[in-house]
C-alpha cells in the first residue's frame, strides 16, 4: 500500500522560510515522479513543483511553476524515499494546504489529475 506523509507545515511570517518533507512508502521510489501541488481557500489545486525521473537513477529533471521560482527548491532524497520543498521568502499568497504526489515514470506533469498517489497535506500559512 502506497503512502504519502507529509510533513513541516507551520505558521510563520512574511520573509520566513519552512521545509516541507514528504515520506512515502510502498513504491519503487527512484521511479517515481513527485510533485508538490497546493491549494488555498476557494481556490483549485495548482502545481507548483516536480522533480521528475529523467532515465537514470541520478538524473532527475525539475520544473517549477513561475510563482515560486527563485524562492522554493525541491530536492530527493531516495536513500530515504523522502522528497523535500524548501521554501524561502514566503509571501502570504502562498498560504495552502500542501500535498505531495507521485507518479510512476510520469514525465514531469504539471496536472494535478495525472498523479496516482496524494499525501494528506500540509498546511502552510504566512502572515503578513
Known amino acids: 500500500q502506497v503512502q ?3 510533513s513541516g507545515g507551520g505558521l510563520v511570517q512574511a520573509g520566513a522560510s519552512l521545509r516541507l518533507s514528504c515520506a512515502a512508502s510502498g513504491l519503487s521510489f527512484i521511479w ?3 510533485g508538490w501541488f497546493r491549494q488555498a481557500p476557494g481556490k483549485e489545486r495548482e502545481f507548483v ?3 521528475s525521473w529523467s532515465g537514470s537513477r541520478t538524473n532527475y529533471a525539475v520544473s517549477y511553476a513561475d ?3 527563485g524562492r522554493f527548491t525541491i530536492s530527493r532524497d531516495n536513500a530515504k524515499n523522502t ?3 524548501q521554501m ?3 509571501k502570504p499568497e502562498d498560504t495552502a494546504v500542501y500535498y505531495c504526489a507521485a507518479r510512476y515514470m510520469g514525465g514531469g506533469s504539471v496536472s494535478s489529475g495525472d498523479y496516482n498517489y496524494w499525501g494528506q497535506g500540509t498546511q502552510v500559512t504566512v502572515s503578513s
Open 88 to 90: 524561502n521568502s514566503l
Open 4 to 6: 504519502l506523509v507529509e
Open 83 to 85: 522528497v523535500y520543498l
Open 49 to 51: 513543483v516536480v522533480n
Open 67 to 69: 510563482s515560486v521560482k
Open 32 to 34: 517515481y515522479d513527485m
